[in-house]
């Protein structure tokens, strides 16, 4: 298999970011890692092995990024505010540094958003707000409202509510949307989410899957047997649904 390692200075974040992609050829699979995880997640958790055989016979390429979530939602010190902000500087990463790369390295049509947990917030939220750019989202345990308080999972902005908080929520800024234009190129996306039937997040997922209906967006959403979070499901989740 293909694999290439990536490396350099982010002049909007500021700091070296990494990147490993695998593949030769096929439609550009965009992973978010989890909460804590990092590019090599992916590899470390052995997804990219349950996706071999797709890799090899060129129907799909990797590119496995890196996080700032200890920056941005999971940083404690910073202010909710600058939370938020630092989390639109990752957004700009992406679109002005990995995203031209990638094209760069692979014309193919084809840019799938993909992530698990955090990584699936971070797949969700790029591909809504930014749908000209994905032909699919495959998101797997993931949770689309961050300032929800369930079980144990906290508002991760402290009650801090602002218009870049509502436009980086998901189930909050979708209800209301009424460009023609963003829902053109979301109602021709395939979307498919997978979550557990004990996850607690369960709820935000069906309540997604039914903001999406209701504005005519087609999508899947399915619902495996236990809390399903953890690797061993999403690399069942990845063969199946990536």
Same mark, same amino acid.
């Given at each position: =298999?293909?694999?290439?390692?990536?490396?350099?200075?982010?002049?909007?974040?500021?700091?070296?970011?990494?990147?490993?992609?695998? $593949?030769?050829?096929?439609?550009?699979? =965009?992973?978010?890692?989890?909460?804590?995880?990092?590019?090599?997640?992916?590899?470390?958790?052995?997804?990219?092995?349950?996706?071999? #055989?797709?890799?090899?016979?060129?129907?799909?390429?990797?590119?496995?990024?890196?996080?700032?979530?200890?920056?941005?939602?999971?940083?404690?010190?910073?202010?909710?505010?600058?939370?938020?902000?630092?989390?639109?500087?990752?957004? #700009?990463?992406?679109?002005?540094? !990995?995203?031209?790369?990638?094209?760069?390295?692979?014309?193919?049509?084809?840019?799938?958003?993909?992530?698990?947990?955090?990584?699936?917030?971070?797949?969700?939220?790029?591909?809504?707000?930014?749908?000209?750019?994905?032909?699919? @989202?495959?998101?797997?345990? $993931?949770?689309?409202?961050?300032?929800?308080?369930?079980?144990?999972?906290?508002?991760? @902005?402290?009650?801090?509510?602002?218009?870049?908080?509502?436009?980086?929520?998901?189930?909050?800024?979708?209800?209301?949307?009424?460009?023609?234009?963003?829902?053109?190129? @979301?109602?021709?996306?395939?979307?498919?989410?997978? !979550?557990?039937?004990?996850?607690?997040?369960?709820?935000?997922?069906?309540?997604?899957?039914?903001? @999406?209906?209701?504005?005519?967006?087609?999508?899947?959403?399915? !619902?495996?047997?236990?809390?399903?979070?953890?690797?061993?499901?999403?690399?069942? =989740?990845?063969?199946?649904?990536?």
């Amino acid at each position: =298999m293909h694999r290439e390692y990536h490396r350099w200075y982010s002049h909007r974040l500021h700091r070296d970011m990494e990147l490993l992609m695998f $593949g030769h050829a096929g439609a550009k699979v =965009m992973v978010f890692p989890t909460r804590d995880g990092s590019f090599h997640e992916y590899e470390d958790l052995r997804i990219v092995h349950s996706l071999e #055989e797709k890799i090899n016979a060129g129907q799909m390429q990797l590119w496995c990024l890196d996080s700032v979530a200890s920056e941005t939602f999971y940083c404690s010190w910073r202010h909710p505010a600058d939370r938020i902000r630092r989390h639109t500087q990752y957004e #700009e990463y992406i679109l002005n540094e !990995v995203m031209p790369l990638m094209q760069q390295k692979n014309s193919h049509a084809c840019t799938i958003a993909h992530g698990c947990s955090l990584g699936a917030f971070l797949a969700a939220n790029m591909a809504f707000r930014h749908p000209q750019h994905f032909q699919k @989202l495959a998101a797997f345990s $993931g949770r689309y409202d961050l300032t929800l308080n369930v079980e144990a999972f906290c508002d991760l @902005l402290g009650g801090y509510y602002d218009e870049n908080v509502y436009f980086h929520t998901p189930s909050h800024f979708l209800v209301n949307l009424q460009c023609h234009w963003r829902l053109k190129h @979301l109602r021709r996306m395939d979307i498919v989410m997978a !979550v557990g039937a004990d996850d607690p997040f369960l709820h935000n997922n069906r309540q997604l899957s039914d903001i @999406l209906h209701d504005k005519g967006v087609c999508n899947q959403l399915h !619902v495996w047997e236990g809390r399903a979070h953890r690797g061993q499901y999403w690399r069942q =989740m990845a063969s199946l649904y990536v």
